[in-house]
Every structure is written in structure tokens, then in C-alpha cells.
């Protein structure tokens, strides 16, 4: 059984450490204010990681989209607002003013540009990490 004395030997490194990194996130995206660790979801993950390494992870992704941006510039939109929109077909066309097969076309294009399958969980996540990251 733990004690409160062992506890207390714990958690304040543990609030120090969480403090520091807290400090890190604000710095690595050029922000002031206050953030708790807690707060930060899935940015724990991402605080090691600096800014221009976060930068070449999006333009992997995204690159496709941004060779022929006069041309891709809609599925690119239409992305950031499928992901804003929880992966929901219908929120998404509604959002976007379009019907929802036109929103299909566009989904399917966008697997096909990107070499992913919005179905496959680690495909879905790295878009949502990229459009995360996007919108920072």
C-alpha cells in the first residue's frame, strides 16, 4: 500500500517534470499564457518532437494535395472539415455546401491522392495527427 510519504516523494518531481514540458509545448508553437500538462491531450505526445519535425510530418501527408494546388485545393479543404467534423459524411457535405455524393467523389480522390484508406485506423489516425497538427 502506498503512503502518503512515498507520494509526496512522487508527484512533486512528477508536477515539476509535467511543469517543464507544459513550458516546452507554449515554446515549440511560439505561445505565451499558462497550460496545464493535463490539458494538453494528445500534444503530450508531441512535445519532444520540434516544430520543424511536426512541419515535415503535415507536408508528407499533405504534399499530394499542395503539387497542383489550384487543382487539389478543395480536397484539401474538404479534409480538414471531414476530420473537424468527427469523419461525419453528413455534417461534412453541410458544412461545405455540397451534396453528399459530391463529398464521396471527393473522399475517394483524397484516399487515392494520399494512398491511405479513411477506413483503416492507422491511416485515420495519421490524417487526424496531420489535421491536428495543421490547425495548431
Known amino acids: 500500500m502506498t503512503t502518503i510519504r512515498q507520494l509526496s516523494r512522487i508527484y512533486p518531481p512528477l508536477s515539476f517534470g509535467e511543469a517543464k514540458k507544459a513550458v516546452r509545448y507554449l515554446q515549440n508553437r511560439n505561445r505565451h499564457g499558462v497550460v496545464r500538462?493535463?490539458?494538453?491531450?494528445?500534444?503530450?505526445?508531441?512535445?519532444?518532437?520540434?516544430?520543424?519535425?511536426?512541419?515535415?510530418?503535415?507536408?508528407?501527408?499533405?504534399?499530394?494535395?499542395?503539387?497542383?494546388?489550384?487543382?487539389?485545393?478543395?480536397?484539401?479543404?474538404?479534409?480538414?472539415?471531414?476530420?473537424?467534423?468527427?469523419?461525419?459524411?453528413?455534417?461534412?457535405?453541410?458544412?461545405?455546401?455540397?451534396?453528399?455524393?459530391?463529398?464521396?467523389?471527393?473522399?475517394?480522390?483524397i484516399e487515392e491522392l494520399l494512398a491511405i484508406d479513411l477506413k483503416q485506423p492507422e491511416d485515420k489516425l495519421k490524417i487526424q495527427l496531420a489535421c491536428h497538427l495543421r490547425s495548431e
Open 37 to 109: 500538462y493535463g490539458d494538453l491531450g494528445v500534444n503530450q505526445l508531441l512535445i519532444h518532437q520540434s516544430p520543424e519535425d511536426q512541419e515535415a510530418s503535415v507536408r508528407s501527408v499533405f504534399q499530394p494535395l499542395w503539387e497542383k494546388k489550384e487543382k487539389y485545393s478543395d480536397l484539401e479543404k474538404t479534409l480538414l472539415v471531414y476530420v473537424h467534423c468527427h469523419q461525419s459524411a453528413h455534417l461534412t457535405a453541410k458544412q461545405l455546401h455540397i451534396h453528399i455524393n459530391t463529398l464521396y467523389q471527393r473522399l475517394r480522390k
